[in-house]
């Protein structure tokens, strides 16, 4: 490998390394600098194309006869002591050592030897510069670090090796099983990368690259921010969309990681220079990295498509929010906005600042919804749902209720009163509101009169499944479908037959078995036509009785049909709870069920069969003691001396609303009083007393990690 003007420093000493040391200690060890014979003639800079094949990628114990690949060339050795002295020596540079000889003749003398060791790293720039510069900015003496420093300036060459001192071959910084080498490995590679973003037409795939190979490889994130630095200094372009693209790389590392204390002051310093050229686009994307980085917190993933090109363009992004029923809103976010933060603006623009009850953001889809944490990054939450959901058109995010601590506070005018309503019409679709089937049809029957206005034969009608919860209409066929059913000729005499006689061996044997398998099959067909056809014919007998009723509404307002919907709905003494699915629920006095509800609720929690209005068991939150995961998904309540246990795959989301509920408890009471209740935080149910935690705040949605 040619080697092509070399300008930098090396130093070799115990426990040193890379912008890790503190520059006022007392030089012990001897350090010195190495000068290409041209550079002290010439006053440029010499071709840095190549100044990184100094360091060596791996360790390798060879001599200098044995060394397949070396490099050689005059180099001056600056020592410095009371005075400066520069000696012309013959420099090898091999793969584990910078040795210096007396000249280049085979078998010239050996005067010293350097050894490249993990320990080994160059360094920028040296400890008195360093001193005289800090906090100073002297453009001629930063001017001078860097015109002795190439290792530090922009270069068209590659990298043989990271800047950062890294272990050689370590097995703990590899990831084989993701694809990727070693750490050193990985940051050649990357730097290969970011050069490419220069000619590249699409970058954006090269960024989520470099991104992600961050999050995997934590240790190459300081390694990347060195690099991106490196390369937008002395740039010889600088105004360039190419050069430009290792600044919009900056900006997206900066929202999304932040690099280590000692990193992070170098970047800082390096940012601070580029600002002493105002109106630049170089000092605009320094400006808003130094705010970025103010704000960063470790991303959980890498940012989106959508989200890097805002950040290229120094934008936020447009985020929709959406309410219960038909509306929504537009919000503009940044990389750093949370879920809270956005809950907090919603409330303004609507005017629940004062509301008793409390709100969250939701992520919706047609087969599930989860509360979103209050400390999430709404842009972590935008990007999980283009990566899990199939289709992004039926995912939203959702601004709605989330505990419902005082419902009669609620005006009738307000919009906090229409989301209650639709919220409360979400539960009854899904089946979550115990009632008879007549109360269901005219709970249709009003939210017809609510959305349409009276009856008529010329407006569309919903499809039912948007009225009517469809799981009791679909029990209710399959009821009616459970008697003993008539069996095909041949199944009957099967049944009868002993087994023996009935698959006889033999060479027909096959040709027996596929004519009893198509008989079930064709008898399974029918059974599916039977029941299509019959949840037709129930399903319209159920619409021709809600319209029948909806008629019988004609002249109602909407805000009276709203008030007579909400009145049947809180006939339930569990109205306002959320429900969860409970796989089996085992109390301490050995009583089992199976498929119940969990409702969690403002003053309670309370266990019902699914279905059913009366709860078969409910424990005051005065009564619980603590509650928490026990084991796999199993949670635990202990009530006193009574321990209740349920399988659900809900943990997350009950222990999120018990904690909200908790958190409203102790708002609503004196600081002073003491609240005996403790809350469980780990698989191992542990007690921790409320009162002597801080009060959250209004939107705060407390998440203990499951």
Not at 28 to 44: P, Q
Not at 227 to 235: E, F, G
Not at 614 to 639: H, M, R, W
Request: charged residues 20%; contains cysteine; glycine residues 6%.
């Amino acid at each position: 490998m040619p080697l092509q003007g070399v300008c930098w420093f090396l130093c070799c000493r115990q426990g040193f390394s890379l912008l890790g040391r503190d520059y006022g200690e007392k030089e012990e060890e001897e350090s010195f600098e190495l000068r290409n014979k041209e550079d002290s003639t010439s006053n440029g800079r010499s071709e840095v194309s190549e100044e990184m094949k100094s360091l060596i990628i791996e360790k390798n114990k060879m001599g200098l006869e044995e060394e397949s690949e070396v490099l050689v060339k005059w180099l001056l050795r600056v020592v410095r002591g009371n005075w400066i002295k520069q000696r012309r020596y013959w420099f090898v540079l091999t793969q584990d050592s910078l040795d210096y000889y007396s000249g280049p003749e085979k078998g010239a003398r050996r005067l010293g030897t350097l050894v490249l060791t993990n320990l080994c790293s160059v360094i920028w720039p040296d400890k008195q510069m360093y001193k005289e510069t800090e906090n100073k900015f002297n453009p001629e003496v930063v001017e001078h670090i860097y015109q002795h420093n190439p290792i530090l300036k922009y270069t068209h060459g590659p990298l043989y090796a990271p800047l950062l001192p890294f272990p050689y071959g370590s097995l703990e910084h590899t990831h084989s099983g993701k694809g990727y080498g070693s750490v050193r490995e990985e940051a050649v590679k990357l730097f290969n990368c970011l050069q490419q973003l220069e000619s590249a037409q699409e970058p954006i795939p090269i960024i989520q690259g470099v991104l992600q190979t961050c999050l995997v490889l934590r240790p190459l994130r300081d390694e990347i921010y060195c690099q991106l630095v490196k390369q937008t200094s002395y740039t010889p372009a600088p105004y360039t969309a190419a050069h430009l693209r290792y600044w919009q790389l900056l900006t997206c590392m900066s929202c999304t990681f932040l690099p280590g204390p000692t990193v992070l002051k170098y970047l800082r310093f390096h940012l601070k220079i580029q600002s002493q050229s105002p109106e630049s686009e170089m000092d605009n994307y320094a400006s808003f990295i130094s705010e970025a980085l103010e704000k960063t917190k470790c991303r959980e993933c890498v940012p989106s498509w959508e989200e890097i090109q805002m950040l290229m363009s120094r934008e936020e992004m447009l985020c929709t929010v959406h309410y219960p029923g038909p509306g929504s809103c537009q919000l503009y976010i940044s990389s750093h906005t949370t879920a809270n933060e956005v809950i907090r603006r919603i409330q303004e623009k609507l005017g629940l600042l004062e509301s008793k009850n409390t709100f969250a953001l939701f992520e919706h889809n047609a087969l599930w919804e989860q509360p979103v944490a209050g400390s999430a990054l709404i842009a972590d939450v935008l990007t999980f749902s283009t990566k899990e959901t199939e289709s992004k058109s039926q995912w939203k995010l959702c601004f709605k209720l989330y505990c419902l601590l005082d419902a009669d506070s609620i005006s009738v005018d307000s919009i906090e009163y229409l989301f209650l309503f639709e919220q409360c019409h979400e539960m009854v679709v899904r089946g979550h509101l115990p009632a008879c089937e007549e109360d269901l049809q005219t709970l249709a029957a009003l939210r017809l009169q609510i959305t349409m206005g009276d009856f008529s034969t010329h407006a569309p009608c919903p499809p039912l499944d948007e009225l009517f919860p469809g799981d009791m209409l679909e029990a209710r066929v399959l009821m009616s479908l459970s008697g003993p059913q008539a069996l095909p000729p041949c199944l009957v005499a099967a049944q009868c037959c002993p087994t023996s006689q009935r698959f006889p061996k033999g060479l027909l044997t096959g040709a027996l078995w596929s004519h009893t398998t198509t008989a079930v099959n064709k008898r399974k067909v029918e059974q599916d036509i039977c029941l299509r056809s019959r949840l037709k014919e129930e399903a319209a007998a159920v619409m021709g009785a809600i319209l029948e009723r909806w008629k019988g509404l004609a002249g109602y307002s909407r805000r009276d049909s709203m008030a007579a919907y909400l009145a049947i709905a809180r006939q339930w003494s569990g109205f306002g709870c959320t429900l969860y699915e409970v796989d089996f629920y085992i109390s301490s006095t050995g009583s089992f069920s199976q498929k119940l509800w969990l409702g969690v609720a403002a003053t309670s929690v309370s266990l019902y069969r699914q279905g059913e209005a009366e709860a078969l068991e409910s424990l005051p939150y005065g009564q619980i003691c603590s509650y928490g995961v026990s084991d796999g998904n199993t949670f635990k309540i202990t009530a006193g001396d009574r321990d209740l246990l349920f399988e659900t795959s809900k943990l997350t989301e009950i222990m999120q609303l018990m904690n909200a509920y908790f958190s409203a408890i102790r708002r609503q009471r004196d600081k002073s009083e003491d609240v005996d209740v403790t809350i469980a935080e780990s698989t191992e149910v542990g007690c921790r007393q409320l009162a002597s935690m801080q009060p959250p705040t209004l939107l705060e949605l407390p998440s203990h990690p499951v």
